[in-house]
């Protein structure tokens, strides 16, 4: 996915998707489910690929569930954007220092799961049990398992992001706030000034000597 500049990215906040999608943490999460679930059907690919290929059957297949990968991620990455207000789409040179710091914990993250992923991966495969059988595994099937391994790596971060992002702090036109420029502890219980002009604190007239 290509970064974007600060005026991309507002009008893609403010246009499009619907902020209900990701308004709360709960939402968020079930976006970043979706879209684990966009890199899981590429892993299901090459399963497909191991036990049709080669064949009509699993070439549609493939070209299906990759398709309708790519569509389901475009859509949970659009939403990601909006919901990390920057940290996930905005190039790096605009992110402020907050932003930066965040988006190199998730990446450093990210980059664990992945060794987690590959490290699994490995495991399985040595544990295949060998001996005289000769087990044949169709290209298409190594061509599509590393696709997933690739496209797990790349998608792992903006997840992360969308999973680990708290809620946003109230509006602040929520703060409770005359508008007339003064704090409220100027002025009274009855909403007047706490000291009327030419007047001291207890109330006596102030006529150019000491006051008493």
């Known amino acids: 996915m290509g970064e974007l500049t600060p005026g991309q990215l507002e009008a893609h906040y403010r246009d499009w998707p619907p902020r209900s999608w990701y308004a709360t943490r709960g939402?968020?999460?079930?976006l970043v489910g979706v879209g684990a679930g966009?890199?899981?059907?590429?892993?299901?690919?090459?399963?497909?690929?191991y036990y049709l290929a080669p064949s009509l059957t699993a070439m549609w297949t493939t070209f299906a569930l990759t398709g309708a990968a790519l569509v389901i991620y475009v859509v949970v990455y659009s939403a990601l954007v909006g919901a990390t207000r920057g940290v996930v789409g905005l190039a790096e040179r605009y992110l402020d220092e907050r932003q930066s710091r965040e988006r190199q914990k998730i990446q450093a993250n990210a980059h664990r799961g992945t060794t987690v992923t590959l490290v699994v991966l490995g495991v399985l495969l040595l544990a295949t049990?060998?001996?005289?059988?000769?087990?044949?595994?169709?290209?298409?099937?190594?061509?599509m398992l590393v696709f997933g391994v690739i496209a797990t790596h790349v998608i792992l971060p903006s997840l992360m992001a969308g999973w680990q992002m708290s809620d946003p702090p109230p509006d602040d036109e929520d703060d409770p706030d005359d508008g007339d420029?003064?704090?409220?502890?100027?002025?009274?219980?009855?909403?007047?000034?706490?000291?009327?002009?030419?007047?001291?604190?207890?109330?006596q007239?102030?006529?150019?000597?000491?006051?008493?």
């Open 27 to 30: 939402r968020r999460r079930i």
């Open 181 to 203: 420029g003064r704090d409220d502890e100027d002025q009274g219980e009855d909403g007047r000034s706490g000291g009327a002009p030419g007047r001291s604190g207890d109330g």
């Open 38 to 49: 966009s890199a899981g059907l590429i892993w299901v690919s090459a399963i497909v690929c």
């Open 129 to 143: 049990p060998r001996g005289e059988t000769v087990v044949q595994i169709p290209a298409a099937a190594i061509i």
């Open 205 to 212: 007239p102030i006529d150019g000597k000491t006051a008493t």
